[in-house]
């Protein structure tokens, strides 16, 4: 067990972070150490990185060094707005050291450079991006400020290499040998040889209102009031930029660091005030619940993604309508209340196993016409699928792989009268995923599986280890038409089972 | 001009004008499913309420055929989607629409929209939402158990949202009790033994049903009829008039109904026939 992290006091006293707790119980015997928690402090990072939004429209964390995690803002082009980078800095560290977190923090020109000043430099801020300015800045500081593995700085302490200065000039390819791509990698990095771009957690985002409160709101109602009007600036300056969106984002900033998102789609790029407000009311009836103030709110701002050309349309005199717009319309509505998956359309994969030929798709995303795909009118197939084949009982055939001649469904039992001859549907041996199973039809119970073990494979299984399936239409005295199935052959140790598929009308 | 293509033009001009005045098409339905009723099977005009009974959730299959193939006739350019409603955990009991058997069965998968939800309110809230829009031709809500929420008012609402917006809707129920509703159609279907295989004696053939119209509010009620539906065709045939040529059958054309508008019928078909 090792130190992850220590506080001044800790520090005071001679301990560091990576010492095991061994030795720093025996330094300080009365230590308080508690566990870390990784999912906690994920979660915290996500919280303030969201937050940190309403500094930089790029916020990332980088989770990979550092045994807690980095918050990188891309500040590029907004330090002007809290006037200038020294004001940024502070007003940023102290907003998170007044919630009573320890803060280190840098400015620099590229991400390697802030790492390893804000860690062993806090409050450093180096406004050129020279290669040279750099280096001589980072010239003093230890290897490990250079993001590197815990071996990588193991190995290069024991050469006698402690300082970043010391290293740039040695033969590259020797310490590319010795030490991994990523030492050079990581020294290039931080001298801005080669670029490193950042992963931002939340989508990028170039229109988009705001608007900040004196005093925080905390009503579901001001909030979606707020929305509307925001919709309508963001809209007026979708119109001057002549661009639609697809995808609208209602971030709520609270008070105590925490953002919520709330995203709606629409189906086609629209910049209509009054729709995308009410595409919000719908999303909020559905997640009153999710919705959680806190402290109260002080500032919403609502974004426009996935943005793409919209030309001035004619609407009122004159207008063509054909349908598809209002039927968008309504598509929005209905994914906004009930969620994207709950409003669907039909696309079909060209393959001949029934229930993988089709598969339901959002309805406001492009769906793909695969004329393959395109089912036959001519092959005879039930009108309601049952998503999960059901086992029946079948009374055995009078000749093997012959029709069968009634069944148990549903603890009802049925007698046939009409039977199809039957169709054969084998496995894609051409697939990866081939083999039919029916291990996802039923889970077998342990003296299902214990009896099977027991059985001899005998040979013909061997050789043939993909099932097929022969589908038999029947109908019974009544009238009731069903689609059947029989999984695999009669053998002489093996008994197939039979699943109903489909109800034909 | 030939009789039948004035007719369909009449009824055209007679839709277009009921959607202008967004006036409820009742009591022209009235007439016009009078008009129907002697030559061939009914077909419902839109704008209307159907309930749709089937004994058991295992005659899922058969409310459905019945209630697509009504909301096939009500598809227009204008109208061209007609949507699916079920409550998610009910999929498994009643199956899912199948995509290649909508295509067997005659009926243009893409034109199916499926809605699935969570809770009844949900599935209401959605009916009333797609029944308000101006591009839906139809709303079909399966329901298999028999929700509270679902009573005469929540029934009313539905008729009226279906009487001012012109798309109709079809309420699949199971079941023999019947409760309160405002539905202007209610249909019992029942199986019956399907019809010959030209090629196969032993296999199940066209598929036919007893369709009994229990409660008209437009009139004429109680009368059972032996129907088949031929997908080939294109539309519903009564069993018994077998022998004799369909009334509407227009060569090239599939209509075998009277009183439903045979381009808009056989869209696809058309184009393989």
Redesign the interface.
């Known amino acids: 067990m090792r130190l992850v992290a220590v506080d001044r006091l800790a520090q005071q006293h001679g301990l560091t972070s990576r010492q095991s707790l061994g030795d720093a119980r025996a330094l300080v015997p009365n230590l308080i150490a508690r566990e870390v928690d990784h999912d906690l402090l994920t979660a915290l990072f996500a919280d303030f990185a969201d937050w940190h939004s309403y500094a930089s429209p790029i916020v990332a964390v980088m989770a990979d060094r550092a045994s807690y995690g980095d918050l990188v803002l891309d500040i590029t082009g907004v330090s002007y707005l809290f006037g200038g980078e020294e004001a940024m800095l502070q007003r940023v560290t102290e907003r998170l050291a007044q919630l009573g977190f320890a803060v280190g923090g840098a400015i620099a020109a590229t991400i390697g450079a802030a790492w390893a000043l804000a860690h062993y430099r806090p409050g450093t801020i180096l406004a050129s991006g020279e290669a040279e300015t750099l280096f001589t800045a980072l010239a003093e500081l230890p290897v490990a400020a250079l993001r590197l593995d815990a071996e990588q700085v193991a190995g290069l302490n024991r050469l006698g290499l402690k300082r970043i200065g010391q290293i740039r000039d040695r033969n590259r390819k020797a310490m590319t040998a010795r030490f991994g791509h990523g030492l050079v990698e990581r020294l290039d990095q931080a001298l801005g040889h080669i670029d490193e771009t950042l992963r931002p957690r939340l989508p990028p985002v170039e229109h988009f209102a705001e608007r900040r409160f004196a005093e925080p709101v905390g009503l579901l109602d001001d909030v979606l009031m707020t929305g509307r009007d925001l919709a309508i600036r963001l809209c007026l300056q979708l119109q001057a930029a002549e661009l639609g969106a697809r995808a609208f984002h209602l971030f709520l900033y609270r008070v105590d660091h925490k953002v919520t998102v709330f995203t709606v789609n629409a189906a086609r790029a629209t910049r209509d005030p009054a729709h995308v407000a009410r595409l919000f009311a719908h999303r909020a009836e559905r997640l009153t619940g999710e919705f959680d103030p806190g402290f109260g709110i002080d500032m919403i701002r609502l974004a426009a993604g996935d943005l793409c050309r919209l030309d001035a349309t004619q609407i009122g005199a004159f207008e063509r309508?054909?349908?598809?717009e209002?039927?968008d319309?309504?598509?929005d509505?209905?994914a906004s209340?009930?969620g994207s998956?709950?409003?669907?359309?039909?696309a079909?994969v060209n393959t001949h196993i029934?229930e993988r030929?089709?598969c339901?798709l959002p309805?406001d995303e492009t769906?793909p016409v695969d004329p393959e795909a395109?089912?036959?009118?001519?092959?005879?197939?039930?009108?309601?699928?049952?998503?999960?084949p059901e086992l029946v009982e079948v009374a055995r055939a009078e000749v093997p792989d012959g029709p069968p001649a009634g069944m148990v469904?549903?603890r009802?039992p049925y007698r046939f009268?009409?039977?199809?001859?039957p169709e054969r549907i084998a496995a894609e041996w051409w697939r990866d995923d081939f083999l039919l199973s029916t291990r996802t039809f039923r889970q077998p119970t342990p003296e299902e599986i214990a009896e099977r073990k027991s059985r001899e494979p005998i040979e013909e299984i061997k050789r043939h280890p993909i099932p097929s399936r022969d589908y038999f239409?029947?109908?019974d005295?009544?009238?009731?038409?069903f689609w059947l199935f029989r999984q695999g052959f009669y053998t002489q140790a093996t008994m197939p089972d039979w699943f109903l598929h489909?109800?034909?009308? | 001009m030939h009789g039948l293509q004035k007719q369909s033009v009449l009824g055209d001009l007679r839709a277009q004008i009921a959607a202008i005045e967004k006036r409820p098409v009742l009591a022209e339905g009235a007439a016009m499913l009078r008009e129907t009723a002697g030559a061939g099977f009914l077909v419902a005009p839109p704008g209307l309420m159907h309930e749709v009974h089937a004994e058991e959730t295992?005659?899922?299959?058969?409310g459905?055929?019945f209630a697509?193939g009504q909301a096939r006739t009500l598809i227009k350019?204008?109208?061209?989607?007609v949507f699916f409603m079920q409550l998610m955990h009910e999929?498994?009991q009643?199956?899912?629409?199948?995509?290649?058997?909508?295509?067997?069965?005659?009926f243009d998968?893409?034109d199916?929209?499926?809605?699935?939800?969570k809770t009844i309110n949900?599935l209401l809230?959605?009916q009333e939402?797609?029944l308000g829009?101006?591009?839906?031709a139809a709303v079909i809500a399966d329901i298999g158990g028999a929700p509270k929420v679902f009573d005469f008012t929540a029934s009313r609402r539905l008729a009226m949202r279906a009487a001012s917006g012109g798309a109709s809707l079809f309420v699949l129920r199971y079941g023999a009790g019947r409760e309160a509703s405002a539905a202007q159609l209610r249909w019992r279907i029942e199986?019956?033994?399907?019809g010959e295989?030209r090629f196969?004696p032993?296999?199940?053939g066209t598929?036919?049903?007893q369709v009994t119209l229990e409660r008209n509010r437009l009139g004429l009620a109680g009368k059972t009829h032996e129907t088949s539906?031929l997908?080939w065709k294109n539309g519903f045939e009564l069993a018994g008039n077998r022998k004799r040529p369909p009334a509407g059958r227009v060569a090239g054309r599939g209509a075998a109904l009277p009183g439903a508008v045979p381009a808009v019928l056989g869209r696809?078909l058309q184009q393989?026939a």
């Open positions: 309508r054909d349908g598809t209002d039927l319309h309504l598509h509505r209905l209340r009930l998956r709950a409003v669907l359309r039909l079909f029934p030929s089709e339901l309805a769906i395109e089912p036959d009118p001519d092959r005879p197939r039930p009108l309601r699928l049952l998503p999960q469904w549903r009802i009268v009409k039977v199809s001859s239409i029947v109908e005295e009544a009238g009731h038409r489909g109800v034909f009308a | 295992r005659n899922a299959a058969m459905l055929a697509l350019p204008e109208r061209p989607a999929a498994q009643q199956g899912l629409p199948y995509g290649a058997g909508l295509a067997s069965f005659g998968p893409h199916l929209v499926f809605v699935r939800v949900e809230w959605a939402e797609a829009c101006k591009a839906v199986p019956a033994v399907s295989m196969d032993r296999a199940p598929p036919r049903w539906w997908s696809r393989t």
